[in-house]
């Protein structure tokens, strides 16, 4: 095989005829036969891809095609450096030979290699390549990238350059092909939430072309051509739109974020928002900053300055690096991973400045999170439609599992805590028709079974029939605030965002008796409307006006409904009522307690249920850390059932109170 690769000579066991080095010893790697110990070596020496022996070849195929499977097929290799990292460097002919063995392996396991640095070191030369497998149309990898930053920043007007590779001129043409609503295009602001894309081939190279009549993409072209999609998801900017925003950042599952930056305007506005949203979230952050062609550069330098002190400072503990050269993408790329780096670079859309070094990280961008391919399907909704001649359809994200065309699956949970089993009738990836999607992928459902699009929410879940089908009205969490103007106390309601969930919730108790600025605090939360299907671990958001928390959820209340977890309603007077202990003065009234009555308890003569002062936070009474829940449907039928008396009659009953007390009239 050594011959295969670099000819008679053999340059593991033949060392260069230089004068000034000296002969290579032998050294296990190519013995005949080996041991245990000498089976790692062939692993980890710096000259294990030189000349192996059929052993040795096969062992580093088996540890490649491993590397592949868990880089979800992709993998950086450097050449001429041992696995411990203790020596490196190799000379050009090694290199040369160490790079014929990796191309060997990398065509048996149908990828493609790509250089992407040489570099010098003291002992010699290292190279850092690009493997990547050759994908399917179906199966190419796909990596979510948040775009967020203050407005004005040139979100969507740098999207359009990527993604249709045509420069803007200025004055905000390149965005007008993202917009999605005719007030976006008057306005310049992006509103919703828009999705576009970016396709990289097996070796790097960039597929998009746009159509040449209609400037748009054709993303089944894309997809096919691919075997990496980036997709952007380009979020507003606005402060009117914030929901908005922290929608996108949740409930579309970004494996990274893209902070940008306006350098003539620089950190302003919403910037420091999302920043501390991404790091809540523990989305690794780049930065990218724009319109370098139209700042001077003492402003650019002033910016630059400023932002790395925000990225350094106790709350990011970043490491800022700014990307000038293709060695500088490499090496942040490389040690992306670990979110303590955060790349900075400066772009400009009118002259194309810096545009593929920002290309090139992105291609190198690889996905952090193990979606558990092998454990039961589960798909979160985060959009509804309903498609003439093909009924409901759902889109959203893959959290986990394999869902195929005419799978059953459970939809869940409803209004009730219910779930409805549904089949697949066809599934489309990025516009295109797949039969299959794993973990991780993005996909829209069509409905086999007819379920009205009213029926469907965002947040709802479609799980594998052999999952728990679990509803939670309460959850616990470990929340930070990280602003509030007062206090926070029990009773306070804000939106609470769980992934694709988005729902007002009440706290109903907390482990201190007040929450302000920089609190943590363990907390009880109840959703008002719906329960919803919930995770232990879980990266929650707590909003409301300018109030933010964040925190993960601890504990989950599953299947207790609103009944078993609430008091129960109050009934007021000493009638027939048996709703619990005396109320207060304001208390709630009793529903059948007919006559209009003086004192304590008095009746309700209409019979309503009212909410006890617990749930409303009224004076009068002791005020637990408890919201009574709305009326069960039963107890609405009983109180509108309950009799009026006319006028006449009712001046009648009042006559017959003594001493303060009610004597009942049953009726039958």
């Known amino acids: 095989m050594c011959a295969a690769i670099i000819g008679d000579d053999c340059m593991g066991i033949q060392s260069p005829?230089?004068?000034?080095?000296?002969?290579?010893?032998?050294?296990?790697?190519?013995?005949?036969?080996?041991?245990?110990?000498?089976?790692?070596?062939?692993?980890?020496?710096?000259?294990?891809?030189?000349?192996?022996?059929?052993?040795?070849?096969?062992?580093?195929?088996?540890?490649?095609?491993?590397?592949?499977?868990?880089?979800?097929?992709?993998?950086?290799?450097?050449?001429?450096?041992?696995?411990?990292?203790?020596?490196?460097?190799?000379?050009?002919?090694?290199?040369?030979?160490?790079?014929?063995?990796?191309?060997?392996?990398?065509?048996?396991?149908?990828?493609?290699?790509?250089?992407?640095?040489?570099?010098?070191?003291?002992?010699?030369?290292?190279?850092?390549?690009?493997?990547?497998?050759?994908?399917?149309?179906?199966?190419?990898?796909?990596?979510?990238?948040?775009?967020?930053?203050?407005?004005?920043?040139?979100?969507?007007?740098?999207?359009?350059?990527?993604?249709?590779?045509?420069?803007?001129?200025?004055?905000?043409?390149?965005?007008?092909?993202?917009?999605?609503?005719?007030?976006?295009?008057?306005?310049?602001?992006?509103?919703?939430?828009?999705?576009?894309?970016?396709?990289?081939?097996?070796?790097?190279?960039?597929?998009?072309?746009?159509?040449?009549?209609?400037?748009?993409?054709?993303?089944?072209?894309?997809?096919?051509?691919?075997?990496?999609?980036?997709?952007?998801?380009?979020?507003?900017?606005?402060?009117?739109?914030?929901?908005?925003?922290?929608?996108?950042?949740?409930?579309?599952?970004?494996?990274?974020?893209?902070?940008?930056i306006g350098s003539n305007a620089g950190i302003i506005g919403m910037t420091k928002e999302h920043l501390g949203l991404a790091l809540a979230l523990s989305v690794p952050v780049f930065v990218v900053v724009t319109k370098i062609d139209m700042c001077p550069p003492n402003v650019l330098q002033d910016t630059l300055k400023l932002l790395q002190r925000i990225l350094k400072s106790p709350g990011c503990r970043k490491i800022p690096i700014l990307v000038n050269t293709k060695e500088d993408v490499v090496t942040t790329a490389t040690n992306f991973s670990s979110e303590r780096v955060c790349p900075i670079f400066q772009v400009s859309n009118v002259t194309g400045q810096n545009l593929e070094l920002?290309?090139?990280?992105?291609?190198?961008?690889?996905?952090?999170?193990?979606?558990?391919?092998?454990?039961?399907?589960?798909?979160?909704?985060?959009?509804?439609?309903?498609?003439?001649?093909?009924?409901?359809?759902?889109?959203?994200?893959?959290?986990?599992?394999?869902?195929?065309?005419?799978?059953?699956?459970?939809?869940?949970?409803?209004?009730?805590?219910?779930?409805?089993?549904?089949?697949?009738?066809?599934?489309?990836?990025?516009?295109?028709?797949?039969?299959?999607?794993?973990?991780?992928?993005?996909?829209?459902?069509?409905?086999?079974?007819?379920?009205?699009?009213?029926?469907?929410?965002?947040?709802?879940?479609?799980?594998?029939?052999?999952?728990?089908?679990?509803?939670?009205?309460?959850?616990?969490?470990?929340?930070?605030?990280?602003?509030?103007?007062?206090t926070i106390s029990c009773h306070y309601q804000a939106m609470v965002h769980v992934g694709s969930i988005r729902q007002t919730a009440s706290i109903i108790h907390m482990d201190k008796a007040h929450l302000r600025t920089g609190d943590k605090a363990t907390v009880l939360f109840r959703f008002i409307k719906n329960p919803e299907y919930l995770h232990p671990d879980a990266r929650m958001v707590f909003r409301e006006g300018k109030t933010k928390a964040v925190g993960k959820i601890t504990k989950i209340y599953p299947n207790t409904s609103a009944s078993e977890t609430k008091p129960k309603y109050q009934k007021g007077g000493k009638g027939r009522g048996t709703g619990g202990p005396k109320p207060p003065d304001n208390g709630p009234r009793g529903p059948r307690s007919r006559g209009r009555h003086k004192g304590r308890g008095r009746g309700n003569r209409s019979g309503e249920y009212r909410r006890s002062s617990e749930a409303s936070g009224g004076g009068g009474g002791n005020t637990t850390a408890t919201a009574c829940p709305p009326p069960t449907e039963q107890q609405t039928l009983t109180s509108l059932d309950a009799p009026r008396l006319p006028q006449s009659r009712q001046h009648e009953e009042k006559s017959k109170t003594v001493n303060g007390e009610d004597k009942e009239m049953d009726k039958t």
Request: proline share 3%.
């Open 358 to 486: 920002l290309k090139m990280f992105l291609n190198l961008l690889n996905t952090r999170v193990d979606w558990g391919i092998s454990e039961p399907a589960e798909f979160q909704i985060d959009e509804t439609y309903s498609v003439p001649g093909v009924g409901t359809v759902v889109s959203g994200t893959t959290l986990r599992g394999v869902i195929q065309i005419n799978d059953s699956l459970s939809l869940g949970p409803d209004g009730h805590g219910n779930y409805t089993q549904v089949i697949i009738k066809s599934i489309h990836r990025k516009r295109m028709p797949v039969k299959v999607v794993k973990g991780g992928q993005t996909a829209s459902f069509a409905l086999k079974k007819q379920i009205k699009r009213s029926h469907v929410r965002k947040g709802m879940v479609m799980i594998s029939l052999s999952s728990e089908q679990t509803a939670c009205w309460e959850f616990e969490g470990e929340i930070l605030v990280l602003h509030h103007p007062t």
């Open 17 to 260: 005829k230089t004068p000034d080095m000296p002969p290579m010893k032998m050294t296990a790697l190519f013995a005949p036969e080996m041991t245990n110990g000498d089976t790692e070596n062939e692993l980890t020496l710096k000259t294990r891809l030189v000349c192996p022996t059929d052993h040795g070849y096969s062992l580093l195929q088996r540890q490649l095609a491993e590397r592949l499977e868990t880089g979800n097929g992709e993998v950086i290799y450097t050449i001429g450096q041992g696995a411990d990292g203790s020596s490196s460097g190799l000379t050009r002919d090694e290199l040369d030979a160490s790079l014929g063995t990796l191309s060997q392996m990398a065509m048996s396991l149908e990828s493609d290699i790509v250089l992407l640095r040489e570099r010098n070191v003291t002992d010699g030369l290292l190279g850092d390549y690009l493997i990547r497998k050759i994908a399917d149309e179906e199966d190419f990898q796909e990596v979510r990238v948040a775009v967020v930053g203050n407005v004005d920043a040139g979100k969507s007007t740098l999207l359009g350059v990527l993604t249709h590779g045509e420069l803007d001129n200025g004055r905000g043409l390149a965005r007008l092909k993202l917009f999605r609503h005719k007030h976006e295009m008057e306005s310049g602001r992006t509103s919703s939430v828009g999705n576009d894309i970016l396709g990289f081939d097996s070796k790097g190279n960039v597929v998009n072309q746009p159509d040449t009549h209609g400037g748009g993409l054709d993303w089944m072209h894309i997809c096919e051509s691919s075997s990496k999609v980036i997709t952007f998801i380009d979020l507003a900017g606005h402060e009117k739109y914030l929901k908005t925003t922290v929608f996108g950042m949740t409930g579309h599952a970004p494996d990274f974020g893209m902070l940008m």
